[in-house]
C-alpha cells in the first residue's frame, strides 16, 4: 500500500507540472487501482485533487439510486422553518400515498352513483370531500405510524430521516398534531349521513393498530389492505345512504390485494434493515417467490373488481380501464427489480396507475350512461 502511495504522490507531481497522464508512474497507478477494485481492498482515488480512502463494496452499494428521503429538498423545504417537521411528518411531499387511499373511494362513489343513476354533482360533490379526508387522514395514519415506529426507525436507511426519528419535533408536539388531524377528518366524516359516520368511525381501530402488526406477523400489508379500502364501502354509503354489500364485498377484497400487491413490493425496499430490527413484512414471507406470488395477487384483485362491475351491471368502458389496469400491473410485475430499492420505488408508485384507470373506467362508463338519459 505504501508503495501506491509512493506512485500516487509522484503521479500527482508530475500532473501538476503539466507531464503527461500517461507517464510510467500513472499508468501504473491505473493497473494497480483497477486490481485493487476488483478484489474489493480499499483503493484510491482522488476527488479536486484531494487523496481520500474508499470501498468498492461501498460503492456497489450506491449504484442505486435511493427513494425519496426527507434529506433531499422537495417544495416543502421552501416553507418557514417551523412547519416543514409536521409536513414532513404527513408524507405531504409524496402524494402516491393519498392517491392509494383515495382510489377505492372513487371507484364506490363512481360505481354507486352509475347503479343509482344519480346526477354529475353527486358523484363530483363525493369525489371532492373524499379527497380533501384522504389527505388529511393519510396524513394521520403516517402521525400513528411514526410514532409507533420512533425508535425502530432510527435503524432503517430509508426512515431515519423522519421528523420523529432525527428528533425534530417531540412525541407530545406529534399526539397534539394528531389530534389536530383527526378533528380535520372529523370535520369531513359529519358532512356524511349518520351510516356512513358510523361506518368511517369504525375504520379508526384498524389505523390505530396497523403499526403493531409488523411487529407480530408477517402479513402487516393484508391489515393495511383493510384500512387502506375501506373507502370501497364508505364511498358507497355516503352516495346511497347504504351499502349494496354484494358489490362493495368483492370490490373491498379486490382492493385488500391490490394493497398486497403494491405494499409488498413497498416492504422489498427495507427488507435488510426489516430483518435486522425484527420486523416482518410479505417482503420478507414471499423472498425470492415474491414475483409470481405478487402476479397472482395481482390477477385476483382484477378478478374481483371485474366480478364487483358484473354484479353491478357495469358496461364496456368499465372492463376496458380493468384492461388498461391489467397492462399496467403486468409491467410493475414484469420490470420491477426486488433487491434494488429504486425499482421498488418505481414499481410501487406505477401500481397507483392501475388503480386510477380502473377509476377511469367506472368514469367512462358513468359519463356514457348519463349522456344516453
Known sequence: MSALFTRRFTCLVEKSLGKSLHSPHC?????SRRRLALTGRIVLETSRGAVRFTSSSSTTATTASPVPSVSQKTWVDHLPAKFRPYLYLTRIDKPIGTLLLFYPCTWSITMASYALQLPYTVPLTYISLFGI?????????CTINDMWDKNLDKSVERTKER??????????????????????GLGVLMQLNWYSILLGACSLSVVTVYPLMKRITYWPQAVLGLAFNWGAMLGWSAVAGTVDWNVA???YAGGVCWTLVYDSIYAHQDK???VNVGIRSTALLFGPQSRPIIGGLSLSTLSLISYAGYLNHQGEPFYLGIGLAALQLARVVYRTDFDSRASCWKGFVGCGWSG???WMGALADYTLMMSSI
Open 27 to 31: 499508468t501504473q497507478l491505473s493497473l
Open 133 to 141: 379526508g384522504a389527505i388529511v387522514m393519510r396524513g394521520a395514519g
Open 163 to 184: 421528523p420523529l426519528a432525527r428528533g425534530d419535533i417531540t412525541q407530545n408536539q406529534a399526539l397534539v398534531f394528531l389530534g389536530a388531524q383527526l378533528t380535520a
Open 249 to 251: 364485498v368483492p370490490l
Open 272 to 274: 435488510r434493515d426489516d
Open 356 to 358: 386510477f384507470w380502473i
